[in-house]
């Protein structure tokens, strides 16, 4: 069993999103990013499937240029090669759920990088 929190130890960074591996599997990686309002994620793409939840807060969430507002409680799939990029409009937490094959370093360059 292995457990996380999407709220304890809760750290916003002042230039980019604060990214958190929470735990892995032997299938997935679940991952935290905390984001401040109008921090956000230029537009990139995944190598493999994602899901994204919005824990809390709102965000504007681009796929191939299509903006939709999602808000708490809202989850999103994306599969792989698909760009997408998004901002926080206000504080907010999302849990992004990625295969075992992806990596979290790829997510904290584009965190850093946006």
């Keep these: 069993?292995?457990?996380a929190s999407l709220t304890e130890d809760l750290e916003y960074n002042e230039k980019s999103p604060a990214v958190k591996?929470?735990?892995?599997?032997?299938?997935?990686?679940?991952?935290?990013?905390?984001f401040k309002t109008g921090q956000g994620l230029k537009e990139h793409k995944t190598p493999f499937p994602?899901?994204?939840?919005?824990?809390e807060g709102t965000i504007d969430f681009g796929v191939n240029g299509e903006k939709q507002?999602?808000?708490k409680g809202?989850?999103?799939?994306?599969?792989?090669?698909?760009?997408h990029d998004l901002k926080a409009r206000e504080n907010s937490i999302v849990r992004l759920s990625l295969t075992k094959?992806?990596?979290?370093q790829r997510v904290e360059n584009?965190?850093?990088n946006s």
């Design 1 to 3: 069993m292995k457990k």
């Design 21 to 34: 591996v929470l735990f892995e599997t032997e299938v997935s990686k679940e991952i935290r990013m905390a």
């Design 50 to 55: 994602i899901v994204v939840e919005i824990f």
């Design 69 to 71: 507002a999602l808000k």
């Design 74 to 83: 809202d989850l999103i799939a994306l599969e792989g090669n698909v760009p």
């Design 101 to 104: 094959a992806d990596t979290t």
């Design 110 to 112: 584009v965190a850093k």
